[in-house]
């Protein structure tokens, strides 16, 4: 139908057909590969951590730290709707952490995590660590607590690892199927509380499999120290 | 990243972080087509993506008032078929009908069709892709 008039003697919709076939997370995955580029740049392999909240994220964090801190150049980037109490339990081990807060957004996403990175790096470079060179050999990045949004959301991690905490059942890996999709490792967490839960650690393990069947499984609690070991050894063989 | 919703607020469910990056997607591309509208937005939305398509759709319904170049765009959404593959015999099929898809469908309820084989992974289908765009 002609615009100026209305008649229908000249067509003039200029519709069109535009194929395009780009990701919906276009703009967060290439934000992403740049993140990977930076972290490698840095000198580092990137960890994922993703949980619900009070799986035990933070308190194998501390526990790891004490365990490698002397070793390995850590760094951490907490994400968290609000407050900085996350870092603050980090940087108490005297090691460098950056908090981010989402202000209510459920995960956190590549351009967040950027800005976490160069802060990150901001922090290695008033050390004294000299510009353009290694800063850290592992960076955390601890997801905000939740077991489903942080899975969509590639971060420019090397390795994507899972926690379930045995007071929250044997069921999440069945439950969280895309979670686990997308993971390399489960562990699962609080295992000292073992006796006084109704947690099969077999079905757990074997529904984790089911959705990936090249998933790693840990079991471990960083209270009593069984089964740390295997996480520490884990991460030293990824940054050697 | 100009429409990324990381910075926003808004983003607080996962599917309206899509939606909002979608808008900025699609005003993009409205500018570098010189459109004035767009009309259809075409996407696929994998069956193992982890997405509700539901939120999906209300997100971008109520984002899309937002500006004059996406207030008329309709959403329309595809979502092919769970495919999976038996770990035992290979043999690559799809849910069938009258079975809730997930990616563990295929267990002692619901073997493998060809060897009965509970050991079944699903297949792809987590892709979140734009698929096409019908603008003036």
Known sequence: MCDVCGCQLTDTSDKRIVEVNQSLLEANDRQGDANRTHIERMGAVAINLISSPGAGKTTLLEHTIDALGSKLRIGVIEGDIETERDADRIRAKGVAAVQLTTGGACHLDAPLVHKGLHALEDQANSNGETAGGRKYDLIFIENVGNLVCPATFYLGEHKRVILVSVPEGSDKPAKYPTTFRGADLFVITKTDLLDYFD???DEADKEAV???PELEIMHLSATTGD???????????LVA | MAGWAGQDTRSAMHELSLALGLIGQLLALAEEHQARKILKVRVTIGPFSGMVTDSFSFGFDALKQENTLTRESA?????PDPEYTCLQCGNCFTCPAGHVPGPRTFTADLPCPDCGSEHCTAKGGDELILKQLEME
Do not use: C, N, P
């Open chain 1, 199 to 201: 947690f099969s650690l």
């Open chain 1, 210 to 212: 089911r959705i990936r």
């Open chain 1, 227 to 237: 089964g740390f070991t295997a996480w520490i050894d884990w991460l030293k063989k």
């Open chain 2, 75 to 79: 959403l329309i959404i595809e979502t």
